[in-house]
């Protein structure tokens, strides 16, 4: 293995390690609106792309790889909007005053912070990335179904709204639409981001370690 593989299998048994810390503080909290939040989904899809990738990152299986590579970056892109949608949203919106709520526990600061930057900064820096175009495509269409599927849970009365833009009842019809267009954009750019990032400082990377 070269040094930025090993960096890379260091990271991600580093994520998957503080991933499952947070999910057993969260689900010791609560169980029944676990999978109603975007961070949870987005944290337990990150620790199983680690274990893959730590346990077929050497495969023979073109497949596998390839699915491997898909989930890392499916993660990678998913969990940057949480970091940025926490950082950025929801701590501004709240004055602050969320800040303890959102990363004062730790469940909150594992999965809205530790695991987002470790795993992140192991795809984008040491990792096989996507390379079509076409691959921007996975991130997007998970968090549209999504947010389709918290919509309409809303909608029919059968879960509470785990975000204030997804309450159906207390906004109007066009903010709802403004809301989801937005996150839409958003998840699409970040798609975009993260590729470039990862096809662009990956091989930097890869580079510096192959000089003698």
């Known amino acids: 293995m070269t040094k930025r593989q090993n960096i890379a299998l260091i990271l ?39 274990a893959m990738y730590i346990a077929f990152r050497n495969t023979d ?6 699915f491997v590579i898909c989930t890392r970056y499916l993660t990678a892109c998913m969990l940057t909007m949480t970091f940025i949608v926490v950082m950025c949203i929801f701590i501004p919106m709240s004055g602050g005053a969320a800040t303890g ?23 984008i820096f040491f990792e096989d990335g996507v390379k079509t175009r076409k691959a921007m495509l996975i991130p997007f269409i998970a968090t549209a179904i999504y947010s389709f599927t918290i919509y309409t849970l809303n909608f029919l009365r059968l879960a509470g709204a ?51």
Request: glycine content about 6%; proline content about 4%.
């Open 12 to 50: 991600n048994i580093a994520a998957f390690v503080f991933g499952c810390v947070g999910i057993i503080f969260r689900l010791m909290h609560s169980l029944g609106d676990f999978f109603l939040y975007y961070t949870q989904i987005s944290n337990v899809i990150a620790v199983i792309s680690s």
């Open 61 to 66: 299986s073109g497949k596998m790889r390839t």
């Open 162 to 212: 785990p975000y204030p833009f997804f309450e159906v009842y207390d906004h109007p019809v066009h903010e709802l639409v403004i809301w989801f267009f937005a996150l839409m954009a958003l998840v699409a750019a970040i798609a975009a981001a993260v590729r470039f990032a990862n096809l662009k400082l990956s091989r930097e990377k890869e580079k510096e370690h192959e000089v003698p």
């Open 101 to 123: 709520r959102l990363l004062g526990s730790v469940n909150g600061i594992m999965h809205h912070a530790v695991c987002p930057v470790i795993s992140v900064t192991s795809y």
